[in-house]
């Protein structure tokens, strides 16, 4: 078994959460073959199962029996001649499977199938020892090329031929459930590789596959590792066939599809962690396609899937990327620190995928009344949640994640979301690159969009530096993000979209680009921001209203380089109150380091009520506001500032056919009062500062009406 690659560690102790769960070890009779292939024999203890007791056509070396076990400590061992590739067992008896022993083969190279209808349970002593591929399965039948079956309800319907199997039938609506508990399945990893093979990266060979396809699927406190394989993991409740391809997994031929959970019962203890980190080998968690050379697919097809406290990793330190793929009918959540990562330690230029597409809901992370369970066990108060949300500890116990990372010259991960609903509550989607190489970008597409409790969406260059496993400085670009959703897009209660670049970084920030009919922001924050020495990322924002209330804030920020520019497309209201503010600021040294422009495109209504709009800049000149709307209201103590400490001022455009209320309060000399209202448009103090007013519809019926509507000059006099 191939170890982990040692980099790979960092991101599982990142993500890890470990369980310890016993089953009953209750004794099954052992193996009965059934007759219809060969002989009636029984078997027991560790026993051996030669190929005289089966029949081969070809490759496809086939095996009957009544019944299938191997109990605690024991072992079952499937022989025969070199030539045979496949293996292919299936149980008509009637009575489920329990295996809590070793499944061997002494074929090399052999896959072994093994099917039974009516349920396999896996124990917490199970363990494989082959070097092929291995297949659960409680289908009906297994189809193979070319018009071949292995009819297991019907036996008599076999047509054994030398083709190779190519899918797996279902017959009725409530296929058998495959139970793991407490148990450990690894297919044997490729070869590694050294020298100039390695650094070219070619000459790996693909890993093995695993696979579990059947009704319900449970696996609790259980690890599957394919390391630079596949892992298929497939539920159905309906007749229907599961088709393996290359590259895909199909099951359209079902009406209904079935439920898998996956779950830890347990977490580690910080001594538990540290031993971990030790080991060379995988670490115990549930799905794991990484390895050193390249990282494995991991596909999983279900009416339901439930992560609770789980993870699913395909990581590499080589020149292939890793890819999970989750496609689900009804409902996904992903809770109680779940994580679900693609992580690129090495040089590969192919970017790693997260796929995850729902007809129903999409959860991450935890619900209110969940996390203050939290808090109560563990004795934290909650004016402490601020502080402990961005601990990396807590994130690594208690919040769950979605995420792809980049370490090295390599691309990074990209997500891809499909959902109704997408809801994020106390959890994570990062895409971020501590690394030279660029992060990956996030897609969202939805109807809904909701962001509460913390709940935050990320894409960044140097993320989470503080944390002393990860490399000071990134100098990637931070990706870019894309959320489409049909219905709304809610932030609330302090979560976040974000893509930026942290301090000790030298790439850009990435951009944001929403689409929604609704935004809403309340006591939260979009974000394209640059801490680092490179400039900051875009917002570009189309919706039909736009509501800012309780502190919230779209802003982009450059500390060293310049501004981003926000671009907001409203078709009918915007309204911020309550101190949010929308801001593209530039706090760079140098004078190239300008502020970002802003521009509000469009509303039929803007108000602007105790809140700021700024575009201002240090070294830099300021940028520019350009506010495009039929009616402006501007109340309360509200700002507008498009200034710059040491450069050039920006311009304020205003194109409005109706203002009202008080604009902004100017100090003296800032306009010359009258004779300000006798020109349309007045820059001052050598045009360094700009203020422009456009009517497209009507035009002030006097000075007078010009001055009250638009600005009241503070009473300080020269």
């Not at 072992?75 to 293996?87: K, L, R």
């Not at 990581?315 to 959540?333: P, Q």
């Not at 919230?552 to 060293?560: F, L, P, Q, R, V």
């Amino acid at each position: 078994m191939q170890p982990i690659l040692k980099e790979n560690k960092m991101l599982i102790k990142r993500f890890i959460i470990v369980g310890c769960f016993l089953i009953s070890t209750n004794l099954y009779a052992e193996a009965i073959t059934d007759g219809t292939l060969g002989r009636v024999e029984s078997l027991s203890g560790d026993f051996t199962i030669p190929d005289n007791l089966g029949q081969q056509e070809g490759g496809n070396l086939f095996h009957s029996f009544q019944t299938f076990n191997i109990n605690t400590g024991e072992s079952a061992t499937f022989t025969g001649p070199s030539s045979v590739e496949n293996i292919i067992s299936r149980v008509t008896g009637r009575s489920e499977s329990f295996i809590d022993g070793t499944l061997s083969s002494k074929i090399d190279g052999a896959n072994l199938y093994l099917l039974n209808p009516s349920g396999i349970l896996f124990g917490e002593n199970a363990s494989l020892d082959i070097t092929g591929s291995f297949h659960a399965s409680t289908a009906d039948v297994l189809h193979l090329e070319e018009g071949g079956r292995f009819d297991v309800t019907n036996p008599s319907n076999s047509l054994l031929t030398v083709a190779q199997p190519a899918a797996f039938g279902f017959l009725g609506n409530d296929p058998g459930a495959i139970t793991l508990e407490g148990t450990r399945i690894v297919v044997e990893a490729p070869p590694e590789l050294e020298g100039p093979e390695r650094d070219e990266g070619r000459g790996f060979d693909e890993g093995k596959t695993l696979s579990l396809i059947g009704g319900d699927l449970l696996i609790k406190d259980s690890t599957l590792l394919a390391p630079n394989g596949r892992i298929n993991l497939v539920s159905v409740a309906s007749k229907g066939q599961v088709v393996v391809t290359s590259g895909e997994l199909l099951t359209n031929s079902f009406e209904k599809r079935g439920k898998i959970t996956l779950s830890q019962s347990a977490w580690p203890t910080h001594e538990e962690l540290d031993e971990l980190e030790k080991r060379s080998g995988p670490l115990p968690g549930n799905l794991d396609v990484s390895a050193k050379e390249g990282a494995g697919q991991v596909f999983i097809r279900a009416g339901q899937f439930i992560s609770n406290n789980a993870w699913i990793f395909a990581d590499t330190a080589g020149y292939k990327n890793g890819l999970i793929d989750i496609v689900v009918d009804e409902e996904m959540r992903l809770t109680n620190s779940t994580k679900i990562t693609v992580g690129n330690f090495g040089m590969s230029q192919e970017s790693g995928l997260i796929t995850l597409t729902t007809n129903g809901s999409l959860f991450v992370g935890l619900t209110q009344e969940e996390f203050e369970n939290i808090l109560d066990k563990e004795g934290i108060p909650p004016s402490a949640i601020p502080k402990l949300i961005k601990n990396p500890t807590f994130q690594q116990y208690f919040l769950s994640t979605i995420g792809t990372g980049n370490f090295d010259s390599g691309t990074g991960g990209n997500i891809q979301i499909t959902t109704p609903k997408l809801e994020v509550s106390y959890g994570l989607i990062e895409a971020f690159t501590e690394g030279p190489g660029n992060a990956g970008n996030i897609q969202i597409n939805a109807q809904e969009v909701n962001l509460q409790n913390y709940g935050s969406i990320n894409a960044a260059t140097g993320y989470n530096s503080e944390m002393p496993y990860f490399i000071e400085s990134g100098s990637g670009q931070a990706g870019n993000m894309t959320i489409n959703a049909t219905n709304k897009i809610a932030l609330s209660n302090f979560s976040s979209i974000t893509v930026g670049a942290d301090n000790g970084t030298t790439g850009d920030a990435g951009n944001i680009d929403l689409n929604t009919p609704h935004l809403t922001l309340n006591s939260a924050q979009i974000t394209a921001y640059n801490a680092g020495e490179g400039d900051a990322g875009s917002i570009d924002i189309t919706t039909d209203t736009a509501l800012l209330t309780g502190k919230s804030s779209i802003y982009t920020e450059a500390k060293n380089a310049g501004g981003g520019n926000i671009r907001l497309n409203v078709r009918d209201n915007l309204l911020m109150a309550d101190d949010s503010w929308i801001t593209a600021e530039a706090f760079g040294d140098k004078p190239e380091d300008k502020g970002g422009n802003l521009a509000i495109s469009n509303p039929a209504l803007f108000t602007l009520d105790n809140s700021r709009l700024l575009a201002n800049a240090h070294a830099g000149n300021g940028g520019n506001i350009d506010i495009n709307t039929k009616q402006f209201n501007v109340l309360g103590e509200s700002k507008i500032d498009v200034s710059s400490e040491l450069g050039l001022n920006g311009e304020l455009i205003l194109n409005s056919t109706k203002l009202k209320d008080e604009f902004l309060v100017l100090s003296p000399p800032t306009f010359h009062d009258i004779a300000l209202s006798l020109s349309r448009c007045e820059g001052l103090t050598n045009k360094l500062s700009s203020f422009y007013l456009i009517s497209r519809d009507t035009s002030p019926q006097s000075p007078g009406d010009l001055k009250t509507n638009l600005f009241v000059p503070s009473d300080e006099t020269d």
